[in-house]
Nanobody, 125 residues
Framework: QVQLVESGGGLVQAGGSLRLSCAAS????????MGWFRQVPGKKREFVVA????????YVADPVKGRFTISRDNAKNTVYLQMNTLNPEDTAVYYC??????????????????WGQGTQVTVSS
């Protein structure tokens, strides 16, 4: 069992930055690929970025490429999402998730075993 807790969301002006954190419980954090997804009301949950368990590979959705970066610290059981040059279209609830899959499967929300509760990110224009 893995429990995930996101933090770091909030209100930011367009062009600004935020860093989200996701702390995981348990001793097997390094066994999981980690991903960030986002969702706005009335829409499907959208893939944002993901990283393999070793940190050797990352996957990034086109809308955030060049602006968002995922990183992980296996010693701290934490994954981060650095978001730069934010725009109002980035407004959403952001979720971190843990997956036993690897590779491009990490783009698929159905491949994830555990989810956090989400943190709201609001970007004002």
């Amino acid at each position: 069992q893995v429990q995930l807790v996101e933090s770091g969301g909030g209100l930011v002006q367009a062009g600004g930055s935020l860093r989200l954190s996701c702390a995981a419980s348990g001793r097997t954090f390094s066994s999981y690929g980690m991903g960030w997804f986002r969702q706005v009301p009335g829409k499907k949950r959208e893939f944002v970025v993901a990283m393999t368990r070793s940190g050797g590979s990352t996957y990034v959705a086109d809308p955030v490429k060049g602006r968002f970066t995922i990183s992980r610290d296996n010693a701290k059981n934490t994954v981060y999402l650095q978001m730069n040059t934010l725009n109002p279209e980035d407004t959403a609830v952001y979720y971190c998730a843990a997956s036993l899959y690897s590779g491009p499967y990490l783009r698929d929300p159905l491949r994830y075993n555990y989810w956090g509760q989400g943190t709201q990110v609001t970007v004002s224009s």
